[in-house]
């Protein structure tokens, strides 16, 4: 089954970019992944997920959200630093080890 | 350290407070979902205002003037409407309830309480007066007051309960009468209540009570500067800071907006020198929140090769207003070694503009430019190719600003990354 990674964030400019970087690296890894990105306020509609990634200005909405998904998806703030430089291949593979968690 | 981040968890914490309580996230979610309908007025204002004289003969020789002019009219003339639908919809929709409903209720609330009358050739009419800016408050009030009480209504279950055996689409449709019922009674009573007083109507008591002193205190330059240096210090705690300082200041920004832009549509003068929403995209923030745009271009020279890397990414974004990897890639959060320029040269290029403004060298706003138009487009758009102009000044000084701070960064991380270099030569 194809795993799904949802990144959420505020904007959604920043995200986008970050989404195409991942998806990249993904092909790189010939990993079959769907990536997807979201607003908070949207977030349920995007669900089901196999693990939640918040935009590191997102910080406080963390427990919101896995209040929201009921605690089965694992849900973490990627960090500011892979965010910033967009490295997609860093998140892409922090998403993999807690989808494997 | 242990202080500064619980001072930034609390901050957090409140802003996120902010961005979800449902009354100030419908206000501003309902003002941006009605941009499609002020885009496309105006837009069409500025078609039909370029200054070309042959275009303009044209325009009016095949009565292609009247149509052009037309879209605004409609639009942000009359936005007061489709605003109080808007929040209206939203407001219900978070409290999990049908928007629609909500939303024409509001509307049907919306013209309750606004005066209409009888016209020269004897049909009812309404002026627009209060359908434009000038009503933007009482449709923000109706609004959340509407949906507020219809979803109170649905909640507490008022509806007239049908006996047993009648049909559940017959009791369905009574239920939806209930809301109705109320609202109209309430604002007929808003209504009759402010007919007797010296204001006459609702909209003239909060235009004149409310909506004209707030949005001179929140479009004075004193809150637009502390609204600048606002954002840059959120984004340096790790908040986003625009998000945050829109969610609280949207509402009274935006009538300021409006009415630069109904005024540009209709040929008058632009009544404010300051329109705080427009200004922090085009003076504020050019490349994004703490005008970084010079530092991008700086970085596309950086020694640092993680620099340069983070210049090519960040360059082609910022000239759209978008930052995100530089406040987060470099990172601009926590960066005491930035902060002066971060949070100095937005403060500059507002305090320029505004004195510019005020002594008539640089014309008021016009409000039209969307968020994420291209500097210098939107300088154009917005006011001509004096602004234009101005952001390109801005542009340089962001350079000459950013320059000596990032200088001195690049060298420490450039060292850094030879010393980690000869360290892993080292080892290997």
Redesign the interface.
Known sequence: MTKKILLVCAGGFSTSMLVEKMKEAAKKKELVVSIDACGESSLESYLPADVIMLGPQMGHAEEDVQEKVGGNIPVTVIDMMDYGMMDGEKVLATAMKMIGA | MEKAQNFR?KL??I??II??NKYM?SISNGLAAVMPVLIGGAIFSLIDSLNLQIYQDFLVSTGLKTLTSLPAQVTTNVISIYVVFSIAYGLAESFKKSGFAAGIIAIMSFLIVTPMGKMEDQTMGISVQWLGAPGLFVAMLVAILVARVYVLVLDKEFYIKMPKGVPPTIEKSFAAIVPSMVIILIMLAIRGIFASTAYTSIHQFIFTIVQTPLTALGGSWPAFLICVAATSIFFFL???GP?VVYSVMGAIWTPLQIENMTAFQNGMDLPNLIVPAASLMIYAGIGGTGATIGLAFAMLRAKAS?YK??GK?TVV?SLFG?N????????M?LNTKLIIPFVGMPLLGAGLSVVATSIGLLPPLRGIAPM?TPVVVSGFIDGGWKVALFQVLLIILSYVIYYPFFKKVDNQEYKQEIAGAENAEVTA
Request: glycine content about 14%; charged content about 15%.
């Open positions: 968890n957090q914490k802003s996120g961005q979800k996230s790790g908040v986003h998000l993680r890397t983070l990414l974004p978008i995100e990897p530089l406040i987060f890639g470099m990172p959060v994420g």
